[in-house]
């Protein structure tokens, strides 16, 4: 479950006027060219995979006198020289091919200095779109900028409250004056809030008089109103605002984030499911209100994934996992935790007009098979 959604917050309140929204619509009537750089940039990364070293082709052993043994040597040191050189299961090192569709977009993250959406901006960048990372700390988000930007690509940073229309319509203000009206929307802002979390899986009522322990009645209101307004709101408003200059724009498309909470509520954490479970629906509503618009409205399920910012909730501090982790991954077909990489491949197919342009109103979910598995 993707509970590590950079929680957004502004840095400017100040509203944008009307003057200045249709001055930055004319001033971005011309689109930014992606440098050569960012091509060059691309073969790089293409060049750096193919020099991975082979394994050789006859090791040498130790002979034994027996010609039957010495080949069978000779095969296990290949087997384990050639692993040696593998990457591990959890992450791919092969490149994503070059989507020529998205060459030139304009790709619009809010939340965009997380952990999982952090990968989709570079990956983005990769394939020559120009990135407008939207956070709530605009100094993670200059940082990130600041990579892409040396990859050859047009880049910013802007700081930007997602549960606040006027900050959200100085960011699109921002994002049209500076890079052109937005043609791929990600709204990757969301999280959870510990003030909405019950301690225990179920109530017992003898945890009524466990101050240790946080029951149904503990949950805070203003706690649980804060887990849906940024995850739902901080869609809403994103989406209302820049999906007015994306009306009838080639490949203009929406995606949302979604969770594995979203088709069966997790246990402890009630509004984050009940708010992935809208996000779920909205995006299905907006696919269809959107359709005769010629905006693509999908979502992305992340399932279990395992970064610096959730660690401590799935490994205890010896390094082994939670009673958590381990009835998540018996729930994992493929037995591990997703990294961000596993991600791309899908965000890139959803974003592709030309790989998916007869798709939307579907959530697709990266999961390892976790929602596939019955437990039998």
């Given at each position: 479950m993707?509970?590590?959604?950079?929680?957004?917050?502004t840095?400017?309140?100040?509203?944008?006027?009307d003057?200045?929204?249709e001055s930055?619509?004319?001033?971005?009537?011309?689109?930014?060219?992606?440098?050569?750089?960012?091509r060059?940039?691309?073969?790089?990364r293409?060049?750096?995979?193919?020099?991975?070293?082979?394994?050789?082709a006859?090791?040498?052993?130790?002979?034994?006198?027996?010609?039957?043994?010495?080949k069978?040597?000779?095969?296990?040191?290949?087997?384990?020289?050639?692993?040696?050189?593998?990457?591990?299961?959890?992450?791919?090192?092969?490149?994503?091919?070059?989507?020529?569709?998205?060459?030139?977009?304009?790709?619009?993250?809010?939340?965009?200095?997380g952990?999982?959406?952090?990968?989709?901006?570079l990956?983005?960048?990769?394939?020559?779109?120009?990135?407008a990372?939207?956070?709530?700390?605009?100094e993670?988000?200059?940082?990130?900028?600041?990579?892409?930007?040396?990859?050859?690509?047009?880049?910013?940073?802007?700081?930007?409250?997602?549960?606040?229309?006027?900050?959200?319509?100085l960011a699109e203000?921002?994002?049209?004056?500076?890079l052109?009206?937005?043609?791929?929307?990600?709204?990757?802002?969301?999280?959870?809030?510990?003030?909405?979390n019950?301690?225990?899986?179920?109530?017992?009522e003898?945890?009524l008089?466990?101050e240790?322990?946080?029951?149904?009645?503990?949950?805070?209101?203003?706690?649980?109103r804060?887990?849906?307004?940024?995850?739902?709101?901080?869609?809403?408003?994103?989406t209302?605002?820049?999906?007015?200059?994306?009306?009838?724009r080639?490949?203009?498309t929406?995606?949302?984030?979604?969770?594995?909470?979203?088709f069966?509520?997790?246990?402890?954490?009630?509004?984050?499911?009940?708010?992935?479970?809208?996000?779920n629906?909205?995006t299905?509503?907006l696919?269809?209100?959107?359709?005769?618009a010629?905006?693509?409205v999908n979502?992305?399920?992340?399932?279990?994934?395992l970064?610096?910012q959730?660690?401590?909730?799935?490994?205890?501090?010896?390094g082994?996992?939670t009673?958590?982790?381990?009835?998540?991954?018996?729930h994992?077909p493929?037995?591990?935790f997703g990294?961000?990489?596993?991600?791309?491949?899908?965000?890139l197919w959803?974003a592709d007009?030309?790989?998916?342009g007869?798709?939307?109103?579907?959530?697709?979910?990266?999961?390892?098979?976790?929602?596939?598995?019955?437990?039998?």
């Amino acid at each position: 479950m993707n509970e590590h959604h950079d929680k957004m917050a502004t840095a400017d309140p100040s509203a944008a006027s009307d003057n200045v929204r249709e001055s930055a619509s004319t001033e971005a009537a011309s689109r930014i060219p992606v440098s050569e750089a960012a091509r060059s940039a691309d073969n790089t990364r293409l060049q750096s995979f193919s020099d991975v070293p082979q394994p050789p082709a006859a090791p040498a052993a130790p002979s034994t006198g027996n010609s039957l043994v010495d080949k069978t040597l000779r095969e296990v040191i290949r087997t384990v020289e050639a692993k040696e050189h593998e990457p591990p299961a959890e992450s791919s090192t092969q490149p994503l091919p070059l989507h020529e569709g998205l060459h030139g977009k304009v790709a619009v993250i809010t939340g965009g200095a997380g952990v999982l959406c952090r990968a989709m901006a570079l990956e983005l960048a990769h394939q020559g779109c120009h990135i407008a990372i939207l956070n709530r700390t605009v100094e993670k988000g200059e940082q990130l900028a600041e990579e892409i930007r040396s990859l050859g690509v047009q880049a910013i940073a802007v700081g930007c409250d997602v549960t606040r229309e006027d900050s959200v319509i100085l960011a699109e203000t921002t994002v049209t004056t500076q890079l052109g009206p937005c043609d791929i929307l990600i709204n990757g802002a969301g999280g959870n809030h510990p003030d909405a979390n019950t301690s225990e899986e179920r109530f017992r009522e003898a945890d009524l008089d466990d101050e240790l322990k946080k029951t149904f009645y503990d949950i805070k209101i203003d706690g649980f109103r804060q887990v849906l307004d940024l995850n739902m709101t901080g869609t809403l408003i994103p989406t209302q605002v820049f999906s007015r200059n994306m009306i009838d724009r080639p490949g203009a498309t929406v995606i949302n984030i979604s969770s594995m909470s979203a088709f069966a509520p997790m246990t402890k954490v009630p509004a984050y499911s009940a708010a992935k479970a809208a996000i779920n629906n909205f995006t299905q509503w907006l696919a269809v209100h959107f359709a005769d618009a010629g905006i693509r409205v999908n979502a992305i399920a992340p399932g279990f994934f395992l970064t610096a910012q959730n660690e401590k909730l799935l490994k205890n501090d010896d390094g082994s996992l939670t009673a958590r982790s381990e009835k998540i991954l018996a729930h994992t077909p493929m037995r591990r935790f997703g990294v961000p990489q596993d991600l791309l491949g899908t965000l890139l197919w959803l974003a592709d007009p030309h790989t998916s342009g007869f798709v939307t109103g579907i959530v697709v979910p990266v999961d390892g098979g976790f929602m596939a598995y019955s437990g039998v």
